[in-house]
């Protein structure tokens, strides 16, 4: 008999699966705009001048929206009641959402477009996140079967 909810484990694998695709993607993305920063901006000199630039400085404020979601998904792997497959349902979807250059509306989509278009890594990185997301989405649906 099929079950509406997939098992506590599966849920936080599929949550844990999203975190780690997203930080891959995130870390390739800083990679890129650092590099830009460096030529086209200043010099960055220091991983401590970098955290700074990350935290504080406008040209890397793009990236705090999907930072933001790999915060959230630490925190409801953190919390003491285990993730619901609903919760890892919308996190997938969200993951979607913003990932989708195709509409690019807002500061996130618009910067992203523009790292797709000038960087083949994060291409690549693009690329694997949505095959995890696609992935995830697979996998719901085989735990619902």
């Given amino acids: 008999m099929a079950t509406l909810e997939s098992p506590p484990d599966s849920t936080r694998q599929r949550l844990t699966d999203l975190r780690n695709g997203l930080l891959h993607l995130h870390k390739t ?9 460096d030529h086209d901006i200043a010099r960055i000199t220091s991983k401590g001048q970098l955290l700074n630039l990350v935290l504080h400085d406008p040209f ?10 790999v915060v959230l998904i630490d925190e409801i792997l953190d919390a003491k009641e285990p993730a619901t497959a609903a919760d890892a349902d919308r996190l997938v979807a969200q993951a979607r959402e913003l990932l989708a250059p195709a509409a690019a509306t807002g500061n996130f989509r618009k910067q992203y477009l523009e790292a ?19 992935s995830l989405n697979q996998r719901r649906q085989e735990n619902t079967e």
């Fill in 60 to 69: 890397f404020a793009w990236l705090h929206e999907l930072s933001e979601l």
């Fill in 29 to 37: 993305l800083l990679d890129s705009e650092s590099a830009t920063y």
């Fill in 116 to 134: 797709l278009q000038r960087d083949p890594n994060v291409v690549m990185a693009h690329a694997e996140a949505m095959k995890m997301l696609a």
